[in-house]
């Protein structure tokens, strides 16, 4: 279960970042500005290899967090990277990383009482 608390740590602090790294920013911001794309793109990237890491348990438990849809777009933007959509990149992290930051502080104090045995 460490293991689990200190992945959703992960995903917590890359959503966050991605979340910063898109704030007061625009979608045409993307095509302009390559070290936002490569920031957001690496950010979700993280959040997705995280999930990937979690316990079957600890993603059974919580089926309220998108596991298959967080992992398929790491996999998306690592092997993919040369066709990465970047509206889709956009709107993952205008919209889906802000619902996400909340869901894994839930699930880290659900976490709680095991790392503290």
Request: net charge negative; with cysteine; proline share 4%.
């Amino acid at each position: 279960m460490r293991d689990d608390t200190i992945r959703l740590r992960h995903m917590l602090d890359a959503a966050q970042a991605g979340v910063s790294f898109a704030k007061g920013r625009t979608r045409a911001d993307l095509d302009s500005d390559q070290q936002l794309a490569f920031s957001l793109v690496k950010a979700i990237e993280i959040v997705g290899e995280a999930a990937n890491r979690m316990s079957l348990e600890c993603r059974t438990r919580h089926p309220e967090i998108p596991w298959a849809d967080n992992i398929g777009m790491r996999h998306r933007l690592t092997h993919a990277y040369f066709d990465i959509n970047l509206n889709v990149v956009w709107r993952t992290a205008t919209e889906e990383l802000p619902v996400l930051i909340a869901q894994p502080e839930d699930i880290e104090r659900d976490l709680k009482p095991w790392t503290e045995e």
